[in-house]
């Protein structure tokens, strides 16, 4: 019998504040030897200000004495002072991403304006991310540490069965965060025709993992958008050629700055993309239709290996060994430009 959720109607970053807010106030020493609800909570919450605090590279004090927890300090999602030394200071999403500079703002407030001022490496700014999104370094660079669903599930599945027992609001965060989880990782399981827009997710921060690069998100346009990926990026002069999935289309696009000479560009690459593909046992073809604006698609890859159409799981396999042959083949079509240009 499934059971109603709390979070699947408190979807908000508020609400999930007040989630993370409510837990991390279980972490003060004196709930260590409470009853066994308090224990329980006790040890989840300190296990998270330690993950915290590691992402950070530092360690958390051995002992909380004192712990404020707060919500919306001058627009900062969630902030925690340790034993008045340390400042946690949390950046909250939950599929939303980071914006102007609103990371490097909260973090110069701490450090100037708030009514007690921490040293910057008494800060541990942490950017948790409880859905997705297609990298962090923008994160990094303003200083903050990101912490992602996936890390948060781990501490909770080695907790789980004591803290289940004793509270219903832990429960169902619990279960909310596994049920997009498991929407995620559905691509290894569904059928392409029956992946959602988390199972696209799922398989393009799969290709990332097996790739080391590539970037991934939604793409609108007038016929409804659809879910894309993005690298295999090669570099030519002051354009960019690269591979681009949209969904289950393989295209190959040209980012190109100037306007002067998109259409010839357009047609080389086209045409080299197609006579150079039977060397690699692949046929690639026109576009529906050639674009002229900063980035096309000068060619589509002719392939059913994402089995869009019936009922077979993806083979993953499969999958590596093309973007490994794609891979060598733009390496191939690209240096092939270059020697044309060069003789």
């Not at 709390?6 to 908000?12: N, R, W, Y």
């Not at 106030?25 to 006790?42: F, H, I, M, V």
């Not at 859905?131 to 923008?138: E, G, I, L, P």
Request: hydrophobic share 40%.
């Amino acid at each position: 019998m499934v059971m109603p959720n709390l979070f699947k109607f408190a979807t908000s970053e508020l609400s999930q504040d007040a989630f993370i807010c409510w837990l991390l106030s279980w972490a003060k020493k004196e709930y260590q030897t409470g009853d066994d609800k308090q224990k329980a909570l006790n040890k989840i919450a300190n296990k998270v200000l330690a993950l915290f605090f590691d992402k950070a590279g530092k360690n958390l004090p051995s002992s909380i004495d004192a712990i404020v927890v707060q919500r919306q300090v001058s627009n900062i999602d969630i902030l925690c002072i340790i034993n008045d030394t340390y400042c946690v200071l949390i950046e909250d999403k939950v599929g939303s991403i980071q914006h102007s500079d609103q990371l490097v703002r909260y973090k110069q407030f701490m450090i100037d304006e708030h009514s007690q001022v921490f040293e910057e490496d008494k800060i541990v700014a942490i950017y948790l991310q409880t859905h997705d999104q297609s990298n962090y370094k923008t994160v990094i660079k303003d200083g903050f540490y990101p912490v992602a669903r996936r890390d948060l599930l781990d501490i909770f599945d080695s907790e789980q069965v004591e803290a289940l027992k004793y509270s219903d609001i832990y429960t169902n965060f619990y279960d909310y965060l596994q049920s997009i989880e498991n929407a995620v990782q559905s691509f290894k399981h569904l059928p392409v025709s029956k992946w959602g827009h988390k199972a696209w997710i799922g398989f393009f921060q799969y290709l990332q993992s097996q790739l080391g690069e590539g970037n991934w998100g939604y793409v609108a346009n007038p016929a409804g958008g659809f879910m894309a990926f993005w690298g295999l990026t090669r570099r030519v002069g002051d354009m960019d050629i690269y591979l681009q999935l949209e969904q289950d289309k393989i295209c190959f696009k040209m980012a190109i700055p100037q306007k002067e000479n998109r259409s010839n560009l357009r047609n080389r690459f086209y045409k080299l993309f197609v006579t150079e593909a039977a060397n690699f046992e692949l046929t690639v073809n026109k576009p529906k239709r050639f674009g002229l604006g900063k980035h096309m698609t000068f060619a589509v890859l002719d392939t059913d290996i994402i089995n869009n159409n019936n009922e077979n799981v993806v083979n993953l396999e499969d999958v590596n060994l093309l973007i490994d042959e794609l891979r060598r083949f733009i390496n191939h079509g690209v240096d092939q430009y270059d020697k044309q240009n060069n003789s």
